[in-house]
């Protein structure tokens, strides 16, 4: 069993775009969602796939099973997911050892931009690069499952408009 510990952030500027390594066009939708797991279907670039199934009420961490699924399996499952399919672009930056992933969000979320850093204990406090943000983690509006499902209240989404990404 895999543990996913992860810390999230609101980003507040685009410096870190000059510090990104690469980036990815993620697809995602949900399966399906109870109470404490979601199983959720995430192609990348349209080039690979994976289904993972996620576990536990703490947004901080949660048990987390992933895998990688044939493409075509993948674009079904979201043709047939609830809610609405979230779009956004994925960048890696690495920062003191750690890989900051920077989701810009498209379609629906066009304007938010969300940090996470994954970490290997719920005790360790990472260094906050500068253009870190309001920290989310914990805050269920900005759970991509609750986005997918419930939606985010408009007034948050304007109010973190980046006209420069």
């Known amino acids: 069993m895999a543990k996913e510990i992860e810390r999230k952030f609101l ?3 685009d410096v870190w775009r000059k510090e990104a390594t690469s980036s990815a066009e993620l697809i995602q939708g949900y399966v399906a969602i109870g ?3 979601s199983v959720r279907v995430r192609l ?3 080039k690979t796939a994976k289904l993972t199934v996620k576990i536990g ?3 901080l961490a949660r048990d987390e099973y992933e895998y990688e699924i044939p493409v ?3 674009e079904e499952l979201i043709k047939a997911s609830i809610g609405t399919v979230i ?3 994925r960048y890696n930056v ?3 050892g750690l890989v900051w992933e920077i989701d810009v969000f498209r379609g629906s979320y066009q304007g938010l ?7 290997t204990s719920e005790d360790e406090k990472p260094p906050i690069p500068v253009w870190i943000g309001r920290e989310v983690t914990g805050d269920r509006r900005y759970s991509n499952m609750v986005m997918a499902m419930e939606g985010l209240p408009r007034e948050l989404l304007h109010g973190l408009s980046h006209p420069s990404l």
């Open 94 to 96: 690495p920062r003191n």
């Open 57 to 59: 009420r703490k947004l």
């Open 87 to 89: 779009e956004k672009v």
């Open 44 to 46: 990348f670039d349209r």
């Open 35 to 37: 109470d404490d797991r």
């Open 11 to 13: 980003v507040r500027s």
């Open 72 to 74: 075509s399996d993948a």
């Open 113 to 119: 931009v969300v940090a996470e850093v994954e970490l």
